[in-house]
């Protein structure tokens, strides 16, 4: 098992930066890769950015290329998804999730998730 658990949502301002964190435990050498997925009010749950854990592979959804970075620190553990110029539309809860052998965006393959952080983002 793993555990995921995610950290650093909070209410900005439009053109802000806000930074995630999701910090890995438990069978963590069994993670292949990590993603980031959000859900606004009303929405279907959404693909955002992930990252292969060996060899740092990123994969982006198209709408947050250039915004959104998603990035990994091996030592603690953590995935990051750094967030700069956020929008009204990026208000969701953001999820953390984790795989076992798949790097992508199709959130029914991952195995692990975590329990979610709000960001609320003012206009």
């Known amino acids: 098992q793993v555990q995921l658990v995610e950290s650093g949502g909070g209410l900005v301002q439009a053109g802000d930066s806000l930074r995630l964190s999701c910090a890995a435990s438990?069978?963590?050498?069994?993670?292949?890769?990590m993603g980031w997925f959000r859900q606004a009010p009303g929405k279907e749950r959404e693909f955002v950015a992930a990252?292969?854990?060996?060899?740092?592979?990123?994969y982006y959804a198209d709408s947050v290329k250039g915004r959104l970075t998603i990035s990994r620190d091996d030592a603690k553990n953590t995935v990051y998804l750094q967030m700069n110029s956020l929008k009204p539309e990026d208000t969701a809860v953001y999820y953390c999730?984790?795989?076992?052998?798949?790097?992508?965006?199709?959130?029914?393959?991952?195995?692990?998730w975590g329990q979610g952080t709000q960001v609320t983002v003012s206009s």
């Open positions: 999730a984790a795989s076992r052998s798949y790097l992508g965006g199709s959130g029914s393959q991952y195995d692990y």
């Open positions: 990252i292969r854990w060996s060899g740092g592979r990123l």
């Open positions: 438990g069978r963590t050498f069994s993670m292949y890769a």
